[in-house]
Structure formats: structure tokens, C-alpha cells
């Protein structure tokens, strides 16, 4: 069956503009998390969806945001790029259980 | 103190040789513990998974937990160049994301 996909798979952009990632799960989960990974503090959660509802976010700004639709796909934004958002941000879906997190392969974004 | 610590490394070590990865945690609500292994350029991939304290052996990898000691580990054995990897440990208390250890680099020579 087909993985966790996201999009783009790499990304350049400029300090102080906004960039959209796009995540689609497994067939059939409904929950999904987004992971910001990086060197020095590893993976850090930014938040969970699942039918459409943010059920959990991490200690992130709101300049970090996302959103789930019907069919379970999901984005997230960051407004307001920073340097400091230099990362691979990771997608995970899961059927339900914390041993069912699948995750994709990331995109890896650059602020320059 | 963070939740969940992990040494980076990096650890090289001879192909056939026996690793011992491990952590240390924090939190005593955690209960599951799961060890993912992740390649240069991919996503993370659930290695092995543990519910409360023991054992569990896989193959050529043995997960073990210790809740009085809030310590984990990973052992593997006759180490094989593609096991060349990032590990990383993770753990929940069940109903709360995942909590990862910054993960440790690992290199076996052939």
C-alpha cells in the first residue's frame, strides 16, 4: 500500500516569506503529526490532527499552523520565515495507536 | 532536563560487532517505547516496540526497558553494514504524541 507522501520533497525560500507543506497519509488514517527535525534539537512536535480537529500542538509560535481536510491530507504553514526554521519537517500518519506512526520522508526546507 | 535523552554519538564500530544503543527519560507516565531507524534522506521507520518494562527480541535486535530506571536500550547483534543509521528512541505515555531522543549516528565498517 502507498506510504505517507509529502510535498514538495525540498524547498528553498527567503527570510520573512511564508511557505505551505502538504502531507497525505495512508489510506484509511486520520490522524496525522507534523515533526520539525533538526541537528541540534532532534525531532520536536508541532501538532496532530485527526478528523479535521487539532487535537495536539507542541510548544511552537503561531507562526506555525495547520490544517487537516476531509479525506485526511494535511498541510502546514509558516508565516514569516525565519533562519532559525532551516529544518526537515517530518509528516507521520497513524491508523490510531502510538505504535502506528508512519512517517513519510520530509521536506527539507532552507531559509536563506 | 529534557524528556528524553539520547547520546548523539557518532558510534562506528566493525561489522559483526555488538551494539548497545540506549536512553534515559524523565517522565514515569511513559509506557510505550519504540526504537525507529532512520536512513540519510528518509523518514524515520518503527524499528521495534516495547509496552511497559522486558524484553523483546526481533531477529538480530533485542529492545529492553527498564521503568525503574527509566533507561532503554537496543542491542544489535553481528552488526552489519546496513544497519548504518540514525536511531532514535521514542515513547509516549499512550494518549500523547511521541516523545524522541535526538538520536544517535551509527556507522559499521565493513
Known amino acids: 500500500k502507498a506510504g505517507v507522501t509529502q510535498t514538495p520533497r525540498y524547498l528553498i525560500k527567503t527570510r520573512g516569506q511564508q511557505v505551505t507543506l502538504s502531507c497525505s497519509p495512508i489510506?484509511?488514517?486520520?490522524?496525522v503529526s507534523w515533526y520539525q527535525q533538526t541537528p541540534g534539537q532532534g525531532l520536536q512536535f508541532l501538532f496532530e490532527y485527526f478528523s479535521e480537529t487539532q487535537r495536539n500542538k507542541g510548544n511552537f509560535p503561531g507562526r506555525f499552523s495547520g490544517r487537516q481536510f476531509s479525506n485526511s491530507r494535511s498541510e502546514m504553514n509558516v508565516s514569516t520565515l525565519e533562519l532559525g526554521d532551516s529544518a526537515l519537517y517530518l509528516c507521520?500518519?497513524?491508523?490510531?495507536?502510538?505504535?502506528?506512526?508512519?512517517f513519510g520522508s520530509g521536506t527539507r526546507l532552507t531559509v536563506v | 532536563q529534557k524528556e528524553v535523552e539520547q547520546d548523539p554519538g557518532p558510534l562506528s564500530v566493525p561489522e559483526g560487532a555488538i551494539v548497545s544503543l540506549n536512553c534515559t527519560y524523565s517522565?514515569?507516565?511513559?509506557?510505550?517505547f519504540m526504537w525507529y531507524r532512520q536512513y540519510s534522506r528518509k523518514g524515520p521507520e518503527l524499528l521495534m516496540y516495547?509496552?511497559?518494562?522486558g524484553n523483546k527480541e526481533d531477529g538480530r535486535f533485542t529492545a529492553q526497558v527498564d521503568k525503574s530506571s527509566k533507561y532503554i536500550s537496543l542491542f544489535i547483534r553481528d552488526s552489519q553494514p546496513s544497519d548504518s543509521a540514525t536511531y532514535l528512541c521514542a515513547m509516549t505515555p499512550g494518549n500523547t504524541p511521541l516523545v524522541f531522543g535526538k538520536g544517535t549516528r551509527l556507522s559499521v565498517i565493513a
Open positions: 517522565n514515569s507516565a511513559f509506557q510505550y
Open positions: 516495547t509496552y511497559s518494562s
Open positions: 507521520a500518519s497513524s491508523g490510531g495507536t502510538p505504535l502506528g506512526y508512519t
Open positions: 489510506s484509511g488514517h486520520r490522524s
